[in-house]
């Protein structure tokens, strides 16, 4: 079954449409690389998934459910998790509190356990406050806070902008296994081809809407994604 399934999908801010009827479809334990020039509507499509666009038309469904009104606080529940690209993390928090906030999580301790588990480094820092990690540790705060709640899907934005040349590799093998339970992975980058290396799927963006679509090894072998969208190698 589908996971989401975005139809038609229009919006923006004031009475100014970005995104200009946008189809899409996630399937579980898919990664799905949305690339696309500055200004192409990426960012706003995340908001929109998340219900942080103030106005949208067109249809989101959630596992066949559409979240047409939901506000994001219910769709964080129902199983959407977000990354931002900005204020993702509490920097006056401990990485302890920081996961200890997320509201909707039944077994908090052990989901912590397991997430600790996962990240290695944030055990190791469990106690410092999230201001004084580095940028990959804040990142992989940012994620475990997105886990916290076991989400059907994973929304991603811009993760590598503000990170080291440095950590971008071992941040995008991270995006690949947040995959592999089978959670959905909704990655929105702009280093397209380094993104499309890790997944399934790839659309691009311009003017607001899909301008190609299609596996993602095809799209990095596409000269004309390659010439209009992706850069050259």
């Known amino acids: 079954m589908t996971l989401l399934s975005i139809v038609g999908l229009r919006g923006g801010y004031g009475d100014i449409d970005i995104l200009n009827g946008v189809d899409l479809t996630l ?4 990664i ?3 690339a696309g020039t500055n200004g192409a509507g990426k960012s706003t499509l995340a908001k929109a998934i998340v219900g942080l666009l103030p106005r949208v038309s067109g249809r989101i469904l959630l596992g066949g459910a559409d979240l047409a009104g939901i506000p994001a606080e219910r769709r964080a529940r129902s199983g959407i998790g977000y990354v931002p690209q900005v204020a993702n993390v509490f920097p006056s928090l401990t990485v302890i509190e920081n996961l200890d906030v997320v509201e909707g999580v039944h077994d908090r301790r052990k989901r912590i356990a397991e997430l600790l588990a996962l990240f290695p480094a944030l055990a190791q820092r469990r106690n410092a406050r999230a201001g004084s990690l580095s940028g990959g540790e804040r990142q992989q705060l ?3 806070r997105a886990l916290m709640t076991r989400p059907k899907i994973v929304v991603l934005d811009e993760p590598t902008a503000a990170l080291s040349p440095s950590l971008v590799a071992e941040s995008f093998d991270r995006i690949a296994t947040l995959a592999a339970d089978g959670t959905g992975v909704l990655l929105i980058e702009q280093r397209a081809r380094q993104a499309l290396a890790i997944s399934h799927r790839g659309a691009i963006m311009d003017g607001g809407k899909v301008a190609m679509e299609g596996g993602a090894a095809t799209l990095l072998a596409d000269e004309r994604a390659a010439n209009l969208y992706l850069g050259h190698h």
């Not at 399937?27 to 898919?30: A, F, I, K, R, V």
């Open 27 to 30: 399937n579980p334990g898919e």
């Open 32 to 34: 799905l690389t949305v």
């Open 142 to 144: 940012a994620y475990s």
